[in-house]
């Protein structure tokens, strides 16, 4: 009813065609009569109730009555009176109860799969994730999660409460903060690759990011004070050793094999074969030869 008095006003100065307000009329008026046909049976349930609980009370009485007379025939007729009745109270309970739907825990309405008043069937439609069925009505969010597929080779870094720093192109100059809740036992293979989700929960923005945004994610490992690190780019292999491109006493660059650490982004950390202050080649300049090092006699 409120959304067809919203679009009165753009009907009559044409902002949506006729038909269209009255295709809304017609459905605000479907909707008013199933809440009303609703609420009848509602009322009708609650009736019953009234007088199942009403012959209660006189069964209650009829009983006593006949407890006080002391004839077996009238006590046992009036138990039975009463079974019957409690049991038909019980009935009118359920179905009472029935006309709520409760969650099993608090959150927001996401979607609506059906309206107040509809039939729900095993055929209608409804969402589309794994946990829902046929007959489901609404899809209930309790908070906000990034879903992630780290591939294979990445997943033993990762362990369930690790800092997370979320970045979404909605706030591009805002990090927002996460923790590993969970990594997933099983891995998804798809497209011959191999990966494992994990699940993200949001420490802050809870109140910016909404539910289907696209996120990118880095995965804050440990704190290493004094770390030294170059650009990933510089590190280079030459005879199956790793190491680095280092200018000699010409200035010319030398390969100088070195030990490296863990990568984050695109830096490595060096462990050994460099030290602060030196400067290494990350593309050979134009003509020039990186010089084999010399061996030692």
Do not use: H, W
Not at 174 to 193: D, M
């Amino acid at each position: 009813q409120s959304k067809y008095e919203r679009n009165i006003p753009l009907g009559g100065c044409g902002a949506i065609s006729r038909d269209r307000l009255d295709e809304i009329a017609l459905a605000a008026r479907r909707t008013q009569t199933s809440l009303d046909r609703t609420q009848a049976s509602l009322e009708r349930v609650q009736t019953g109730l009234r007088v199942a609980r009403s012959r209660l009370e006189e069964a209650e009485l009829s009983r006593t009555d006949a407890q006080g007379s002391q004839r077996p025939e009238q006590i046992e007729q009036a138990q039975a009176q009463v079974a019957e009745i409690l049991g038909q109270i019980r009935a009118i309970e359920v179905q009472k109860q029935d006309t709520r739907l409760v969650a099993p825990f608090d959150g927001i309405v996401t979607q609506r799969y059906a309206d107040p008043g509809a039939f729900v069937t095993p055929t209608t439609s409804a969402s589309s994730t794994a946990s829902a069925t046929s007959t489901s009505v609404v899809a209930l969010a309790q908070g906000l999660e990034v879903l992630a597929n780290l591939p294979e080779a990445d997943i033993s870094t990762i362990r369930p409460g690790q800092a997370v720093e979320v970045r979404v192109d909605s706030y591009v100059d805002q990090v927002f903060q996460g923790e590993v809740r969970l990594i997933s036992p099983e891995a998804v293979k798809e497209q011959n690759v191999t990966s494992f989700q994990i699940r993200v929960a949001l420490t802050t923005g809870e109140s910016q990011l909404r539910s289907g945004m696209n996120a990118d994610l880095a995965f804050v490992g440990n704190v290493i004070d004094n770390a030294l690190v170059v650009p990933t780019v510089a590190i280079v292999t030459r005879e199956g050793k790793r190491g680095l491109l280092l200018p000699n006493a010409k200035n010319e660059p030398e390969f100088r094999e070195a030990t490296a650490g863990v990568t984050i982004g695109n830096q490595t950390q060096i462990l050994s074969g460099a030290k602060l202050g030196d400067r290494v080649f990350i593309d050979l300049p134009p003509g020039r030869q990186f010089q084999e090092p010399k061996a030692k006699k």
